[in-house]
């Protein structure tokens, strides 16, 4: 059973989130599309102007994604608690009733001060970095991906039941972030929960780049390889076959494993009906870093499909001002999941600079690939890039206010652009809403917060009211 708890806004789980201008979703959408989605406008065709403009749409994008693809990624737990001892952070969840507890272990913390730490879900695929911790998360103990049969398994389904919309990606990301709840209030570990990146490859690398999308207290995610579901565009590997590329598509990852919802299946032969793609996923990160790793060599990740669709996914990223926040680094003539030399230079730089602070050259889009891996611009995108301005004002302007949500509203019925375009004057707040962003680089809205709430420092381009 879907449902959508009363705070339901926290678990969206983005980097500019609770607006007081944004609206919800209609239950009935119909936007077919064979191109890629533009980032910039509502699904009632208002233009995204402002930044502000762009938190109600990141908002927007992030409730299409969970009522079509991945299933709905339930608040914070009602507890989380965590015990460290032997390099092994220990994580107990309670909610509803029910019990849970995982673990993860934690490698290369020691130091006199806090380090940065990398969560390697599976493992890691790229080289350790120095001064950097890495915790590894057993994330099929959450949600198993061993097959089709695998729905409803794991510990993420003991608490919320087997018959819930998530899939497995959305699980993990609810593991993810219960980690950094667990490392918010438990010492002795020495890491610097401000300071935390993410990484997988292939099936572990579509879960990274989820969780980076939908958890905001994520500065980095290095998604390695992660093909289609993850960097790869859905109607642009539809595209790829079509032409005899043998690569994967929508309609064939469903009968493989359990990453997305059930209620994806019905859109896997007719992809152009979803009002969004996967170059969607990097408007949901922007403004936080964001490395996206792939490799030419192997058609079944769909190269033409993550270039163009990545590429095209960074205009969220133009659009900010913050081109060098998000890179794209393609390279053939290797195993999966197996960093080829060439790009082990890229890591360490998203790494420097994003957890480490240090300077570093992070404008990083490259491939090998002949002619942009066979990938026309022109035949997906039929939009151009805004500058989008400071402050208030704008679309946004039009917006209503966010619509009161009870403990029993269906996911289906929340968060969609605005059903009127009739224009209503609304003043900017003096404050800003509870869980509602109150700072971080290139913010410029509220910095106060409402009373009985406290602008907590998240990372430093998120700051929220708590």
């Known amino acids: 059973m879907k449902l959508v708890y009363a705070s339901i806004l926290l678990s969206l789980a983005l980097p500019i989130l609770a607006q007081s201008g944004c609206s919800t979703l209609p239950a009935t959408i119909n936007a077919s599309n064979s191109k890629l989605n533009s980032p910039f406008v509502f699904l009632n065709g208002i233009q995204v102007v402002t930044k502000a403009d762009f938190a109600c749409r990141q908002q927007e994008i992030s409730a299409l994604f969970q009522r079509y693809e991945l299933g709905t990624l339930p608040p914070k737990p009602q507890t989380v ?58 994330n099929n103990d959450i949600a198993d991906q061993q097959g089709r049969s695998s729905r409803g398994r794991g510990k993420f389904y003991t608490l919320y039941g087997s018959s819930h919309s998530a899939g497995a990606l959305i699980a993990w990301t609810w593991g993810i972030s219960r980690i950094l709840d667990a490392l918010s209030t438990t010492t002795g570990h020495n890491i610097d929960v401000n300071r935390i990146g993410v990484t997988g490859c292939s099936r572990n690398g579509k879960g ?22 993850g960097a790869g565009c859905w109607r642009i590997s539809d595209a790829m076959l079509r032409a005899g590329t043998n690569t994967q598509t929508a309609s064939q990852i469903v009968d493989e494993n359990v990453w997305f919802s059930p209620n994806f299946n019905q859109y896997v032969n007719s992809v152009n009906n979803l009002p969004f793609d996967h170059h969607l996923l990097a408007a949901l990160v922007a403004p936080r870093g964001l490395l996206i790793i792939e490799n030419t060599s192997i058609d079944w990740l769909g190269p033409q499909s993550a270039w163009g669709c990545q590429t095209t996914g960074a205009a969220a990223y133009e659009a900010l001002g913050v081109t060098d926040r998000m890179g794209i680094t393609q390279q053939g003539n290797h195993d999966h999941c197996v960093l080829p030399s060439a790009q082990g230079p890229d890591v360490a730089a998203f790494v420097n600079r994003f957890l480490k602070g240090q300077s570093a050259n992070t404008n990083i889009v490259k491939t090998d690939g002949r002619n942009n891996v066979g990938f026309v611009k022109s035949n997906w995108v039929d939009w151009s890039i805004p500058a989008l301005s400071e402050g208030g004002g ?20 929340i968060i969609d652009p605005r059903t009127s375009t009739t224009p209503t004057t609304t003043a900017s707040p003096p404050t800003q809403t509870k869980y509602g962003q109150c700072g971080g680089q290139s913010w410029n809205g509220p910095s106060v917060c409402v009373a009985g709430s406290t602008c907590t420092f998240i990372n430093n381009w998120y700051s929220q009211c708590l």
């Open 208 to 229: 990274t780049y989820v969780a980076t999308a939908f958890e905001p207290r994520i500065a980095l995610g290095i998604v390695q390889e992660s093909g289609s579901g």
């Open 394 to 413: 704008g679309s946004s302007s039009t917006l209503g206010p966010i619509t009161s949500i009870s403990s029993s509203t269906s996911v289906t019925s």
């Open 81 to 138: 608690t965590g015990s460290y001892s032997g390099n092994t952070l220990t994580i107990t969840v309670g909610n509803g009733g029910s019990t849970i507890s995982f673990s993860v272990t934690i490698s290369g913390n020691s130091g006199s001060s806090p380090v940065p730490a990398i969560i390697a879900l599976g493992g890691s695929s790229v080289p350790s970095q120095s001064g950097v911790a890495t915790i590894t998360y057993n």
